[in-house]
Structures are given as structure tokens and as C-alpha cells.
């Protein structure tokens, strides 16, 4: 069975989206990645990791927009969730990890975790 592909968008690539790759990648059946929307972020957001995910999650409204501006015609057919995290957090910080379990819950199919 093919790995879920998950790729998380915040600004720099810092704190809340490697937070998600790091709980996510652990998951049975997935895969995730993490990327940022500015210009010094750590892992930069590019068209192959548009094309790579299966489901695309940005952390603010502003990303997602960002996404669509520079990407749209690759997210036609994309399902682009927002989830409302804002830039508040430490990397691992506790309670970032719940919020993002609570959130990202929804979207993945009974993975056994």
C-alpha cells in the first residue's frame, strides 16, 4: 500500500512545520514533509514538493495563499487544508504537537496509530 504524503507549509521552516514532520514522519503509512513560503526558509517550497503531496497543509491562511499564488495551477487538484496554527511555538513545544494531532486527525485515514 502506497505511504500517505503529507506536506506541511508555515514561513520559515523552523518551528511549527518541522514540528508536523517530525510527529507525522513517524506515523505507519506516511510520509511528511515540511517546507517554508519565504525566501530564507530553511527547506523552501518548490513545484516537485507540490507534485509529491497527496494532501498539502499550510499553517495560516497567508501560506495558503502564498501557495496558490506561486503554485496554483498545481493545486487544481490538490486537497489544501489550513490549519489555523499561528507562529507562536517553539520546535517539539508540547503543546504545538496536540494542537497539530488534533487538527491533522481528521484528514488520515485509520493508519493503525
Same mark, same amino acid.
Given at each position: 500500500?502506497?505511504?500517505?504524503?503529507?506536506?506541511?507549509?508555515?514561513?520559515?521552516?523552523?518551528?511549527?512545520?518541522?514540528?508536523?514532520?517530525?510527529?507525522?514522519?513517524?506515523?505507519?503509512?506516511?510520509?511528511?514533509?515540511? @517546507?517554508?513560503?519565504?525566501? *530564507?526558509?530553511?527547506?523552501?517550497?518548490?513545484? /516537485? $514538493?507540490? =507534485?509529491?503531496?497527496?494532501?498539502?497543509? #499550510?499553517?495560516?491562511?497567508?501560506?495558503?495563499?502564498?501557495?496558490?499564488?506561486?503554485?496554483?495551477?498545481?493545486?487544481?487538484?490538490?486537497?489544501?487544508? @489550513?490549519?489555523?496554527?499561528? *507562529?507562536?511555538?517553539?520546535?517539539?513545544?508540547? /503543546? $504545538?504537537? =496536540?494542537?497539530?494531532?488534533?487538527?491533522? #486527525?481528521?484528514?488520515?485515514?485509520?493508519?493503525?496509530?
Amino acid at each position: 500500500m502506497a505511504k500517505l504524503k503529507l506536506l506541511f507549509v508555515c514561513s520559515r521552516n523552523r518551528m511549527r512545520s518541522p514540528t508536523a514532520e517530525a510527529v507525522f514522519g513517524s506515523y505507519e503509512g506516511v510520509e511528511a514533509l515540511s @517546507v517554508g513560503t519565504a525566501p *530564507d526558509a530553511e527547506t523552501p517550497v518548490s513545484a /516537485e $514538493l507540490i =507534485e509529491w503531496a497527496d494532501i498539502v497543509f #499550510a499553517m495560516e491562511g497567508v501560506h495558503r495563499k502564498r501557495l496558490m499564488n506561486a503554485f496554483g495551477a498545481l493545486l487544481q487538484d490538490k486537497r489544501v487544508v @489550513v490549519l489555523g496554527i499561528r *507562529d507562536r511555538y517553539a520546535y517539539m513545544e508540547p /503543546e $504545538l504537537v =496536540e494542537l497539530l494531532k488534533s487538527k491533522v #486527525a481528521s484528514y488520515l485515514p485509520k493508519l493503525g496509530v
